[in-house]
């Protein structure tokens, strides 16, 4: 049982450049999410979804967008990458009616 | 701003002492209150969680958590911490069944 995989694990960009982090999970969770984690201030939700063709944005979506067209899968874009958006992210999901499930987490380097 | 609020930063206490992590949040309404534990270089693992009944919660590796409403917290509690325990500790809420807000979490070192 996979649970949630995030791809890449590392990632190295310049500023200006785009990518995408992808994320999937294979426990059919309705709800999935985008966190960045930073030193001192924890996980912080970027965007969110409770279903394909439904999301909604968390406490910093700034420059970043989701889409959510199957139940598996939830990528994130990076339109414009800048040096601020140097994190380690995480995907998560869950059924609506309990915990997140975490993936490993893809750590992003925006030089 | 609604929040999830953890009072320690960082805590270092000798193996075989007793652990309390504080957690506050802000949310009112029904609340489902969570605990997550990250060790150095993973993602963040689930400790334990509270929906409803017995407000005293247990988890896994002796953890246990309190769930006080009218102090709107759930503090996290361990008798006799061990040096395994060394790692990062994250209280989280999801209210009303949509979004989960983390702390900025309690870094926990005991020492051999």
């Known amino acids: 049982n996979a649970g949630v995989t995030q791809t890449p694990k590392f990632q190295v960009l310049k500023t200006g450049q785009s990518m995408t982090l992808q994320c999937a999970q294979d426990?059919?969770?309705?709800?999935m999410s985008w966190y960045r984690q930073d030193p001192g201030m924890g996980l912080r939700l970027i965007h969110y979804?409770?279903?394909?063709?439904?999301?909604d944005q968390g406490e910093v979506p700034n420059g970043y967008n989701v889409s959510r067209s199957t139940t598996e899968d939830f990528p994130l874009r990076l339109l414009s990458a800048a040096p601020s958006q140097t994190s380690v992210y995480f995907c998560?999901?869950?059924?609506?009616?309990?915990?997140?499930?975490f993936g490993e987490g893809s750590r992003l380097t925006v030089l | 701003a609604q929040s999830v609020s953890q009072h320690n930063h960082h805590v270092i206490l000798s193996e075989a002492a007793s652990l309390e992590l504080g957690c506050n949040y802000s949310?009112?309404?029904?609340?489902?209150l969570f605990w997550y534990v990250q060790y150095p270089g993973q993602h963040l693992q689930l400790l334990l969680k509270y929906f409803s009944g017995d407000p005293l919660v247990k988890g896994i590796k002796g953890f246990e958590a309190e769930f006080i409403k009218s102090k709107f917290s759930f503090n996290l509690r361990k008798p006799s911490v061990q040096w395994s325990d060394t790692a990062e500790y994250f209280c989280?809420?999801?209210?009303?069944?949509?979004?989960?807000?983390f702390g900025a979490g309690t870094r926990l070192t005991v020492k051999p």
């Open positions: 989280a809420v999801n209210r009303n069944n949509n979004d989960m807000r």
């Open positions: 426990m059919n969770h309705e709800y």
């Open positions: 979804s409770v279903g394909a063709g439904i999301t």
């Open positions: 949310y009112g309404g029904t609340v489902n």
């Open positions: 998560a999901s869950r059924p609506l009616m309990g915990e997140l499930f």
